[in-house]
């Protein structure tokens, strides 16, 4: 059962899809509306959603009621944890994927940024201490 | 029946029972990576000094393993308490709490928790925010950059702009920022009494409840302006089911 879920604004629902499930291993649970589609990975739920108007039925990208725009972007993002983070990025990169950054390595983990097809944030890490790995397996579920 | 994000909260610890194939496949699945890391390594080092230390990573892998299980039924009985004292009932769901699943392999119960990280100008106020109000945990606190905060099944990271760690600034200057569209959604019972409170509490509401296909939901601000959205399951209501 997905525990979490996170809503990102997307551009084009479709062109996420492939790339979440392509690229990072989720799976599709549903995408009865072309402003809307459900994935999961693990114990996350990911909802991707493209701005629609007020009037559309989809009430999760809508503006806002002083007229602002839902928009993808910003800093905000989920962070899933892979092995080998330099032979993922190599495999990404040579997807064509764009990266935010270099890998990092941080106290805890080493990091990277990428970005989905509308510039959304994923950040993924591969920890570099014991203490900060929590799974044995970190594949999609 | 809708879930709410928080019943992981109310999951008993059960003590993990394998089955003796799984364990068999655990086993070899943590041989195979810790055969595959000394061949990284050697590859690295150019010496095979590791290859004896298959068994002792083996031994370490199974180790973090069970310090882990002792960390996860540490902190169930915490939660526990905080149900028991009421500090969870806030905004928590009254179903009663699912079984767990029988036959739940190993891995699945030890399977990191989605993690978020979400950029804040005030750590203080942050944290202070995500546990009075959305009923979160503090986990660690690193202060002034970095904090770490449970609630449910989600890890939520909080960084600060500007300081060391996620908040730096990227190689090219730009430095992160709070806010944009972007957020987690928190499952609550009554999502219309719960806007009412938040905002008898002060905290900005930035779009009243709504109606959605399936859902009701509202969006709320933290401290920084990062959104959280708020939602009640309504008809038509997806709900994944839980034998996955």
Redesign the interface.
Known sequence: ?????????VDDVDAAIAFYRDRLGFRE??HP?PA?A?L?H????L?LVAPVPAGH??????P??DGTA??????????L?VE?LPVVAVELRAAGVTF???IVD??GAR?VMIEDPSG?PV?LFEPLR?EA??????QP? | MAADPLDALRLPVVPVDPRPEFTAALLRRITSAAEAQTRINEAVSGTSEEVGNIGLAIQRALDNAEQMQAQMQARAAAIDELIASGALERHVSSQPAPQPPQGLPIAARVRDNPTVRYFVGDLDAAIEFYCQHLGFEEELRSAPAFAMLYGGGLRLLLSVPGLPGAGRALPDGTVPAAGGSNRITVQVTDVTAAVAELRTAGVRIRADVSAGVAVRQALIEDPAGNLVELYEPAVGYHERPSAS
């Open positions: 059962m997905s525990t979490v879920s996170v809503r990102y604004i649970l549903m509306d809307f459900m999961t693990g114990d996350l739920r909802v039925p989809g009430g999760g990208s809508r806002m009621p839902q928009r993808p972007g910003g800093w905000n993002r989920f962070m944890q080998d935010r950054n270099e941080g106290i990091q959304n950040e014991a790995r929590l799974a044995p397996d970190n579920g």
